[in-house]
């Protein structure tokens, strides 16, 4: 069940109207999870910047490292030529190779594309391998093309599902989550969606609430066993239009609403943020016979309610995916737990907040 | 009086014994406050790594650029050399050149000094002209090197001092604000210390109560009067022995502390985080007849403990700037007027924190 | 005596009429010379992008770092907002903080600025303390304003001039030079503008032919003489339409310029570029009623002959500092003698170059 | 044959025995190059740092993008922690994925390995698709693991070999090149070993002499068929003892000797330097029961010397690469000649230049 349906709210600002990156127009999710046997636990994300042909017409697009022990793939083409190319594949660290040759085929499909020599593929990743024969590297490309194919618009499946097959968050189960917000219509109306493969560790905070040290279950109350390794994929859409150069600083405040649940971005972690804007008049088209473009620009001085809503929905995206992930076992027998809801409620209620 | 005080906390790790920044051995700060007339509301806080002639014994030092809208001097060459070769000075946004000549000034006093012809001194501001008649440029060379003679080791003044005198932080007055976290021994036993001038906006959070959102007083709540921009210079000390490298990433984690309280990094915000090592054995010579250093450093993997001390560090210092400012008055009547505490301890109350 | 007037030429591309940054239209260039007694050698040169209030009509710009022992000020703001809002100001290293401090005064002087209470002074430096006596920073406010003031936009005063008065290269006096070219029509017709203040060592090359070699004088032929260090401030003007992401790619081609002169971007050089577009349709109003800008950008896969443009002309711009500048006398009795211009053309000859 | 055998030199500096990158101790190199029928020219370089398990002693390692538009992997975790664990592959663009695969393969082959979990492969590459049959993907894992199975430490075959089968630079037949520094013995007598993959274009200089516009061969001499892209991958190898942050400025500084062969780093090119150091004292332990690790560093201000040695050797890589090279068919019946040795010869002896 949803964040909301209990009565939490996370932050002061709207959200869209499914309250997913899928808010924004265009956006596509899809997932192919796999789960097979007793140790094989992971899976693919797709995430679709518009329903076309990428390649042909790429979106501006940006990365910011939070911290980088990851393995993400395509990021020194996107921050230099501020575009993206392909759909964006979210897996575990060690399919990374797989995901992006698979991306490879999914541009080569294209017949407007059959004299494509060159293509940046871009996937992320998080390290799934306590739950999952990650060493075994079960995802096929054909999984990611699955994926891909999958995505749709409207309401987007969480937690244990595709790359957030076998993710864990806070030591409880992670996975994938999502979120948006509107912004006011005399602010520009613009949409922010935000989509999350949890599978990092800190000290949980809901809200405000501090879940994670009331439940004793957080980095340093146990140092043997609580590792705040891990890693957070962060994608965020937006139709405003921004040029790469502001959606490198909307990516770089993802990393204030994952501050907000307690993630510490610590040694270990991969946080990587991407973003790209949705807005037709800024695409850019692989083949052109003109040496200028016409944009649309928003201003610096317009943003600041855009970094205050991707701050909220990446806090709430991240949130949002503990609430619906579940229970999990897999590799040499580990279970991990899901977030144990009613407890949480209760602390919660403890703490002023919610319909308790 | 201090947050904890009152029986608030800020995080799960222990502060060490002053909870200031002073808590890393060797540093030193000092304040020079310049209030006069109706207009004049500034001043000048400097932060000395270590009591020596800096210049010849540099430390190890990272600037992190949260967000650059601010005028800081000197980090480029910071980071370029990973180093520091003055004490820090912080002011207001238009007396930068005046404390960067001073730094200079500082600099060519020592004998040793007397054949340097290359100086890089560091100076970072927030804009404190809602209060002060910031375009007067009343900060002198002799306010700047009063404030690094004013240095000393032991607890520090917060709130309306040094340059904190006339800032403003989520729409109270905020000001200069310090805490510290020690690590356990088994975990190396470092300090890390933290010192800000608070001066930005957002929807503040205290230990993750929503302060700003009860009392109606958030970035967007009224558009017109709540602007977010105002800037936060961060500074951190510590004594672990951190090369350049790992403590730019120190320095990055202090935004997760900021973004703890509600700050949301505006476009119009200058958040600087500058670290420093204070590690004897780590110092570097600026004259020196070998070519190569032994040195001593922490590991990567050692870096998380240090991580969150940051992050939690960062979030209690600019709570107790906010704690420890007084309501104030200036420039063309304006005032802004304290947190108002006895409703803040009600609502953290409310909210299941603190002694109530 | 001009480079080209002695038959010999830097590159394959076309010079615009001047050979000068100043063939930019708008931008206009200006010097202030200090030479006093035995000691004082030094000054300042101040590029103005345009004729117009500059805070009130920024410029798209970008800066890249080249090795950063330096003390530019102004850099983050232009990093993060991607635009420029005072002339560029340079002088030597010491006086930085002064120059600084006049661009803010400069600023307040327009009518238009009087509620300003926030500038980003840009000024970059090149160490000139072997001729000069820089400790004393004979620099003043004066100094600088007279220097905006005098800045024409027709041909420029090279080698001794302005703050290349006591600057040294490859051994040679150095100074100001500046170079342009002009891209052909069919590729947009487009100029690229540089101006350097050239202080830096390496092994000199002139068009390719080793004259440092030659000569015998290049480092590390002479280790105890022959520091290569110093720096190279580098201003990049193009009427291009660039935003700042292009404007920093454009920018960092200017080292491979200074590369091709024998440059080596030593540990202790400060080698900064700033780059500016001047297109008017992509001025950034400083105050404006509309969120949304319309701009017309160049695209990335233009970029190539702007980037071949910038690399010619920071070559022949250094070689430009070298041939224009004159012996100099200063600080203790030091003397830099000029380019030894007879030899350099008769080794140009016996390398098959020139008229010879 | 080889350049110097010519009696062409390229700098000031003396090479090391071999003139190549194993000249620093433990460095190998294998090739594996794949030519199948009329169209497929293509292969695998693989640079081990060290003979041994590289996971498990990882060396201090960074990279500096010098143009973005490419596909390198592994960058960001290089540049967060400052080290390599996996040796560098080079191939072509569409084969990263399968040479990433190839090297967590590689990886999980020693025994020590059996847990690891998350491994970082760095495989870089450039576009040979003008002669290869780039979109078949004809390199496979096999062909990977026998690059590296096949390295060695003595000299190395350069042209058409392994990653440079296929690649065209200056509008010649490419490929993959090599050449060394050392320092005197005063100066720490450290080597410094370069490797190149040339896939670019721009106006060829060798030894400053004016070789593609003799030729009339060059970026914008005729726009329809010169196109300067494709890019250049240079490895940096030395036993000098640097840590990460200067491992970037010296890899930063291999874009200097690119620049003295005529490279543009046009908007097309995918330049990329990777660096390393095989100082055995501070190599990086996976695995470690110490927090701190005692480290010998080289000063920043003895770093100068090796800039210098990696700027030329950098360029003496790139002009091997294109001396070694042979004439090539490939795809579509596409050729490239091989650069006229005999033209360049005579022209060098022109322009003053080589035994003529």
Redesign the interface.
Known sequence: QNLRQYGIEI???ETDSLNAITDVAGVKVGHRTIIKGDSIRTGVTAIRPHPGNIFQQKVPAAVY?G???????????I????NLETPIILTN??S???A??AL?DYT?QFRENRN??????VVGET?D?YLND??G?HVSKEHVLAAIKNAKSDSIKQGNVGAGTGTIAFGFKGGIGTASRKL?A???GYTVGVLVQSNFG??L?I????IG?ELNK????D?LNES??GSCMIIVATDA?L???NLE?LA??A??????TG??????S?D?IIAFSTAKENR?SHQ?A????????????????L??AV?EATEEAIINSLFQAQTMSGRNGHTINELPVDSVLKLMG????GSQ
Chains 1, 2, 3, 4 share one sequence.
């Open positions: 932050g002061v600002m490292v911290n980088g022990f990851g393995k993400l793939a395509g990021s020194t083409q921050e230099e030529l501020g660290t060690l990374v190779p797989t992006a040759d490879i080569f494509v020599r060159s293509v940046n593929p390290n391998g990650i060493r590297r006011p005399d602010m520009g800190g000290v905070q809200s405000g609430v501090p040290k957080y980095y340093l109350s140092r705040p390794d239009p040029a790469a150069r600083r770089k405040r990393v204030l609403g994952l501050a907000k993630g510490i971005a610590s040694n270990g991969g990587y850019i052109s003109n040496r200028t473009q016409e944009k649309t620009i928003l201003k610096n001085n317009a943003l600041s309610p970094f205050m701050n403890k703490y002023g907040r």
